[in-house]
């Protein structure tokens, strides 16, 4: 899935070669099968919060409705907002939750297979009209939810701060988001 990248890299950075070499193949697989819309409920959930945090939190918000594995996004819209309050999400996460809800029960949001047939731009600027929603945010879905590994989430303060060690730089790049 990932050779031709690798060997590409190899080629044309002798500083990737080397790190390719000491940690071994690409074990990334796509294996995510939620919806675009449970993904990025799922994400809002996540920002800007540790994992167990954040898995907690989005437990309590799915124990709201029992006979669901995951809430549907008419669900999300007819609790009131203290509910989600008091399951963990603040109070700018109840709101973004609540906003994708609503785009995807009026189509604002894609279908996988709609996505299917739009290009990572076009997702882009349909998802970050959503509150709450930024482009971190669809970029993750893009490599983990519809499985876009030739993405690269330039705004990542992981992938920057890898980039940064890897060159030895003192400072972390800033991402290039003109283009």
């Not at 080629?11 to 070499?21: E, G, H, N, T």
């Not at 999400?89 to 785009?103: G, M, R, V």
């Not at 876009?148 to 790049?173: H, I, N």
């Amino acid at each position: 899935m990932h050779e031709e990248a690798v060997e590409h890299l190899c080629r044309v950075d002798s500083v990737l070669a080397k790190l390719i070499r000491k940690t071994g193949p690409c074990t990334l697989r796509h294996k995510d099968r939620r919806s675009p819309y449970e993904a990025l409920v799922t994400s809002v959930t996540y920002q800007q919060l540790n994992g167990t945090a954040a898995a907690t939190i989005l437990g309590r918000v799915k124990a709201l409705f029992p006979a669901r594995r995951f809430p549907a996004p008419e669900d999300l819209l007819n609790i009131p907002e203290e509910r989600l309050r008091g399951a963990g999400l603040s109070t700018a996460k109840t709101l973004a939750i609540k906003d994708i809800a609503a785009k995807t029960t009026d189509g604002g949001v894609p279908t996988r297979r709609a996505m299917a047939r739009m290009t990572d731009d076009e997702i882009v600027e349909r998802l970050t009209s959503l509150h709450g929603v930024g482009p971190w945010t669809v970029e993750m879905l893009l490599i983990f939810t519809l499985g876009r590994t030739d993405v690269l989430p330039a705004t990542d303060f992981g992938v920057r701060k890898g980039f940064a060690l890897t060159y030895g730089r003192d400072e972390l790049p800033k991402p290039n988001l003109s283009s």
